[in-house]
């Protein structure tokens, strides 16, 4: 596999369950990227990690739990989820922190 | 606050004609400045990016033209076909090794054969 896979791609979750989203990086990079996509809106950058030290946490609610176990996996640990949570999860890699930013294809979540 | 504002929200061009999307920033400390092109169910991917020591970058059909007094920056798609169409968003970044990208709204294409 090349690129950025995002696993699953879809997921539909009740407020009270538990669920991850997975990211696989096979670039050889060193940072990686979760964002949340809502339609009509801006791509909001959630959380940031290099060398698996996070280095940016964009004042996020603490429903959202990143892990980044080494360099080319990062999780997003989900719990008691609101509604408004409901969006297109993205998750990149870059070299050292910098530009040009890999995206994956995304995992669409749907809170019930 | 946003910071970087794009138009139109909706653009739809015939085949052959040329898709023009503007974008304007307010931090002029932003050095970096890509396009990314997302087609429905597929994430963004990078299509072209300039840095402000010049005034215009082309690859192919798109073109990036960039007004560093106004700041403002725009992408031209020449020749727009069917396969283009898809949402495209601007971005811009303080230099390449800035980690941050504050994205545009994005502006869904569409090009009608």
């Known amino acids: 596999e090349t690129g950025v896979t995002q696993t699953p791609r879809h997921l539909v979750m009740g407020m009270t369950n538990k669920k991850s989203l997975k990211c696989e990086q096979h670039?050889?990079?060193?940072?990686m990227y979760w964002y949340k996509q809502s339609a009509k809106k801006p791509l909001e950058l959630m959380f940031v990690?290099?060398?698996?030290?996070?280095?940016e946490n964009n004042s996020v609610p603490s429903r959202f739990s990143p892990e980044c176990p080494n360099s080319s996996h990062l999780f997003l640990h989900l719990h008691t989820l609101q509604p408004e949570d409901s969006a297109l999860y993205l998750c990149?890699?870059?070299?050292?922190?910098?530009?040009?930013?890999?995206f994956g294809d995304g995992t669409r979540l749907s809170i019930l | 606050q946003q910071q970087v504002k794009q138009s139109p929200q909706s653009l739809i061009v015939q085949k052959g004609g040329i898709s023009i999307i503007n974008c304007a920033y307010e931090?002029?400390?932003?050095?970096?400045f890509p396009w990314y092109q997302q087609f429905p169910g597929k994430g963004p991917a990078l299509l072209i990016a300039?840095?402000?020591?010049?005034s215009e970058k082309k690859e192919g059909r798109f073109t990036i033209s960039f007004n560093k007094s106004a700041k403002q920056f725009s992408l031209h798609i020449m020749d727009s076909q069917p396969g283009d169409s898809a949402t495209y968003f601007c971005?811009?970044?303080?230099?390449?090794?800035?980690?941050?990208?504050?994205f545009g709204e994005g502006t869904q294409l569409t090009v009608n054969p």
């Open positions: 300039i840095r402000p020591d010049v």
């Open positions: 931090n002029t400390a932003f050095d970096y």
């Open positions: 670039l050889g990079h060193n940072a």
């Open positions: 990690y290099s060398l698996e030290e996070r280095v």
């Open positions: 990149a890699s870059s070299q050292d922190g910098g530009q040009p930013q890999h």
């Open positions: 971005a811009a970044s303080i230099g390449t090794s800035g980690s941050r990208l504050t």
